[in-house]
T-cell receptor
Framework: DTAVSQTPKYLVTQMGNDKSIKCEQN?????MYWYKQDSKKFLKIMFS???????INETVPNRFSPKSPDKAHLNLHINSLELGDSAVYFC????????????FGPGTRLTVT | AQSVTQPDIHITVSEGASLELRCNYS??????LFWYVQSPGQGLQLLLK??????LVQGIKGFEAEFKRSQSSFNLRKPSVHWSDAAEYFC???????????????FGTGTLLAVQP
């Protein structure tokens, strides 16, 4: 049983395209997150949802739009992809919002050419 | 602002030797601290966490970490390293400034551990 899953694992696309990454967790958690890991392995939060409500939007360009259809899913849609969007995107979830440990998905490696 | 510093970008140890990875944090309140490990091409796996109480915490795979408030440190240790421990290690602090509704992790830049046979 995969706790936090993401699809696709790899995504190669051209500049200007629109793409989506899907995330699902089967842990029953209320809070989900998107993180971006750049080429230097630096991890930074992008968004956080709690019970389908957006809580954190960490100065991410509005080309990035998260959507949470239900508590178990948090998808990331990216419009007009740019070269700088190339990174690994991780989804995560936690049971307790305050201080709870986060469980990460396997990541989606996005390459924009 | 909250921050996490991992001073060592890259560390090489011999198999069977002891290991200590350094982590310093800057946080105004009592921190929630975590260590994660990332194997090549994989996601992040939680090794251990500190919320409160005993300052020496035990984690998976034989790792432990000690919280030292006076030094703002949360160093990760393992008495005997195995070749399978080669990976990237990330220290993180939980930022709860959103009123408890959610919690973002602020990560250090990571330490890449290589293990020599």
């Amino acid at each position: 049983d995969t706790a936090v899953s993401q699809t696709p694992k790899y995504l190669v696309t051209q500049m200007g395209n629109d793409k989506s990454i899907k995330c699902e967790q089967n842990l029953g958690h209320d809070t989900m997150y998107w993180y971006k890991q750049d080429s230097k392995k630096f991890l930074k939060i992008m968004f956080s949802y709690n019970n389908k409500e957006l809580i954190i939007n960490e100065t991410v360009p509005n080309r990035f739009s998260p959507k949470s259809p239900d508590k178990a899913h948090l998808n990331l849609h990216i419009n007009s992809l740019e070269l700088g969007d190339s990174a690994v995107y991780f989804c995560a979830s936690s049971q307790e919002a305050r201080g709870g440990e986060q469980y990460f998905g396997p990541g989606t490696r996005l390459t924009v050419t | 602002a909250q921050s996490v510093t991992q001073p060592d970008i890259h560390i090489t140890v011999s198999e069977g030797a002891s290991l200590e990875l350094r982590c310093n944090y800057s946080y105004g309140a009592t921190p929630y601290l975590f260590w994660y490990v990332q194997s090549p091409g994989q996601g992040l796996q939680l090794l251990l966490k500190y919320f409160s109480g005993d300052t020496l915490v035990q984690g998976i795979k034989g790792f432990e970490a000690e919280f030292k408030r006076s030094q703002s440190s949360f160093n990760l240790r393992k008495p005997s390293v195995h070749w399978s421990d080669a990976a990237e290690y990330f220290c993180a602090v939980g930022d709860t400034t959103y009123g408890g509704a959610t919690n973002k992790l602020i990560f250090g830049t990571g330490t890449l551990l290589a293990v020599q046979p």
